[in-house]
T-cell receptor
Framework: EDQVTQSPEALRLQEGESSSLNCSYTVSGLRGLFWYRQDPGKGPEFLFT???AGEEKEKERLKATLTKKESFLHITAPKPEDSATYLC???????????FGKGTRLHILP | SQTIHQWPATLVQPVGSPLSLECTVEGTSNPNLYWYRQAAGRGLQLLFY??????ISSEVPQNLSASRPQDRQFILSSKKLLLSDSGFYLC???????????FGEGSWLTVV
């Protein structure tokens, strides 16, 4: 069964304090791994899609990386506006389902 | 550009009443469509997905159902709501060429 596990569940950082969020996955044939940002009461906002091990993508203070078993979302010098829940999801080659982890709640203190 | 609309945005329904949530996508054709539910501590739970008109795959056995009467319309329904149906319902779409799914703004359902 496909599974996505995100850690930590919650993370509090000082402004400017860099860190990484982890997404471990088990899937039979990865078609894609996705990162989303979700603000309270809103729908998730797409950040990145990664397709193969070794791939990296960047957007402003965020960088996503992918290995055969996990993905990391690195946050460099975060600002309070980066506070949100970050969701990881995977899609297998065999079907059209997209399975999400429970997310990491990130809080950046000014 | 593509847009996705969900309504109603919020609703409060008594136990045992029916439910209908609607989702439409504009600016694309033949999208894959998804319904997710988000409850506290459980993350995003996939409920239904559809790859075409009349084609519905159910992921979680429950008292909810989904229908796709038109190419870009996806409806989530229930004949009799339970308290446990409360949550944040999200519709999403994926283009037939791409892999990424994009979400609507969600519908808050409170069953009382």
């Amino acid at each position: 069964e496909d599974q996505v596990t995100q850690s930590p569940e919650a993370l509090r950082l000082q402004e400017g304090e860099s860190s990484s969020l982890n997404c471990s996955y088990t899937v039979s044939g990865l078609r894609g791994l996705f990162w989303y940002r979700q603000d309270p009461g809103k729908g998730p906002e797409f950040l990145f899609t990664l397709y193969s091990a070794g791939e990296e993508k960047e957007k402003e203070r965020l960088k996503a990386t992918l290995t055969k078993k996990e993905s990391f979302l690195h946050i460099t010098a975060p600002k309070p506006e980066d506070s949100a829940t970050y969701l990881c999801a995977v899609q297998a080659n065999r079907d059209d389902k997209i399975i999400f982890g429970k997310g990491t709640r990130l809080h950046i203190l000014p | 550009s593509q847009t996705i609309h969900q309504w109603p945005a919020t609703l409060v329904q008594p136990v045992g009443s029916p439910l209908s949530l609607e989702c439409t996508v504009e600016g694309t054709s033949n999208p894959n469509l998804y319904w997710y539910r988000q409850a506290a501590g459980r993350g995003l739970q996939l409920l239904f997905y559809s790859v075409g008109i009349g084609q519905i795959s159910s992921e979680v056995p429950q008292n909810l159902s989904a229908s796709r009467p038109q190419d870009r319309q996806f409806i989530l329904s229930s004949k009799k709501l339970l308290l446990s149906d409360s949550g944040f319902y999200l519709c999403a779409w994926r283009g037939w060429k791409g892999n990424t799914i994009y979400f609507g703004e969600g519908s808050w359902l409170t069953v009382v």
